[in-house]
């Protein structure tokens, strides 16, 4: 009897939080998270009192555009693979 190999035309399970539909979400998630830490960088910036702190909605616009960015490439090179 042969060693047992799976069929190789079967797709890959992909895992549910890692589907088209719950990337779609989620980059829609961090755009609006991306707009208001932005809304909150010009608010900062404009009150002289909240200047100590624009490092708040700096540092919340900058890692939104990073998971931003890793879920866009995820799903591009997901497409590209079909």
């Known amino acids: 009897m042969g060693t047992y190999q799976p069929p190789s035309f079967r797709k890959t399970i992909v895992p549910w939080y890692d ?3 719950v990337c779609g979400i989620q980059i829609a998630v961090m755009i609006l998270v991306f ?27 900058v890692l939104s555009l990073i998971v931003l960015s890793t879920t866009l490439i995820r799903v591009i090179r997901r497409r590209e693979s079909i």
Do not use: Q, Y
């Open 19 to 21: 589907s088209s539909m």
């Open 35 to 61: 707009l208001f830490g932005c809304l909150g960088i010009s608010v900062a910036s404009e009150v002289r009192d909240a200047r100590g702190v624009l490092w708040v909605p700096t540092l919340l616009a």
